[in-house]
């Protein structure tokens, strides 16, 4: 059973270029939650979706980043006119249910840098 | 709010020797609290988990952890450090509006040395 899968592990974009993430959850996973991590910091909860619904994301900034998962195919993170602050790792996690009995699987990451 | 404060970016231990990572909370509800790992350049793997049950937790390659309400505490503890164990450490709290709406630590960098 495959693990968490994102691509790219690597992105490089130009300032003012758009960036996408994918993320394809374990299968059988129905939830799938984006996470930032910026430099020497922790994991900050960005959005948290299932089946063609955003169902928390409040953690997301308030422009120029999108999230969307689907019917069909991966979850996507878009972030428009990126800008140099956006350089990150960006983690998905899948998990069956939101429950404390299903914890977070997580994925190797996107690593974004922005030049 | 829940928050998670880690003490010590970094700890160093030499092999065989305790690893203690402190991790303390700060919950309005009863908490669920998490240890995670992160070796370079992979995402987090799940240590253990406590869930209201048990309050001395086990988790895999010899890790455990012991919740301590009183003291607000969620300290990772292994008896016996191996080389393998270097990597980061994350504790996190289950976030209002969800089970896994985590809320991390800054993370521990353990550094191992022969």
Same mark, same amino acid.
């Given at each position: 059973?495959?693990?968490?899968?994102?691509?790219?592990?690597?992105?490089?974009?130009?300032?003012?270029?758009?960036?996408?993430?994918?993320?394809?959850?374990?299968? *059988?996973?129905?939830?799938?939650?984006?996470?930032?991590?910026? /430099?020497? @910091? $922790?994991?900050?909860?960005?959005?948290?979706? &299932?089946?063609?619904?955003?169902?928390?994301?409040? *953690?997301?900034?308030?422009?120029?980043?999108?999230?969307?998962? /689907?019917? @069909? $195919?991966?979850?996507?993170?878009?972030?428009? &006119?990126?800008?140099?602050?956006?350089?990150?790792?960006?983690?998905?996690?899948?998990?069956?249910?939101?429950?404390?009995?299903?914890?977070?699987?997580?994925?190797?990451?996107?690593?974004?840098?922005?030049? | 709010?829940?928050?998670?404060?880690?003490?010590?970016?970094?700890?160093?231990?030499?092999?065989?020797?305790?690893?203690?990572?402190?991790?303390?909370?700060?919950?309005?509800?009863?908490?669920?609290?998490?240890?995670?790992?992160?070796?370079?350049?992979?995402?987090?793997?799940?240590?253990?988990?406590?869930?209201?049950?048990?309050?001395?937790?086990?988790?895999?390659?010899?890790?455990?952890?012991?919740?301590?309400?009183?003291?607000?505490?969620?300290?990772?503890?292994?008896?016996?450090?191996?080389?393998?164990?270097?990597?980061?450490?994350?504790?996190?709290?289950?976030?209002?509006?969800?089970?896994?709406?985590?809320?991390?630590?800054?993370?521990?960098?353990?550094?191992?040395?022969?």
């Amino acid at each position: 059973n495959a693990g968490v899968m994102q691509n790219p592990r690597h992105l490089v974009r130009r300032r003012g270029q758009e960036a996408r993430l994918r993320c394809s959850p374990m299968k *059988g996973h129905s939830h799938v939650y984006w996470y930032r991590q910026l /430099p020497e @910091e $922790g994991l900050k909860f960005m959005v948290y979706l &299932q089946k063609e619904n955003i169902i928390d994301e409040s *953690g997301m900034p308030k422009e120029r980043f999108s999230a969307e998962f /689907p019917k @069909e $195919g991966p979850s996507i993170l878009r972030i428009q &006119q990126v800008v140099r602050g956006d350089s990150a790792a960006y983690f998905c996690a899948s998990s069956p249910e939101d429950s404390y009995n299903s914890p977070l699987h997580f994925g190797n990451g996107t690593r974004l840098t922005v030049t | 709010a829940q928050s998670v404060t880690q003490l010590g970016s970094h700890v160093s231990v030499s092999e065989g020797a305790l690893v203690l990572l402190r991790c303390n909370y700060s919950s309005s509800v009863p908490p669920y609290l998490f240890w995670y790992v992160q070796y370079p350049n992979q995402g987090l793997q799940l240590l253990l988990k406590y869930t209201s049950a048990a309050t001395l937790v086990k988790g895999i390659n010899g890790f455990e952890a012991e919740f301590k309400k009183s003291e607000t505490s969620f300290h990772l503890t292994k008896p016996s450090a191996h080389m393998s164990d270097a990597a980061e450490y994350f504790c996190a709290v289950s976030g209002a509006g969800g089970y896994n709406k985590l809320i991390f630590g800054a993370g521990t960098r353990l550094a191992v040395h022969p």
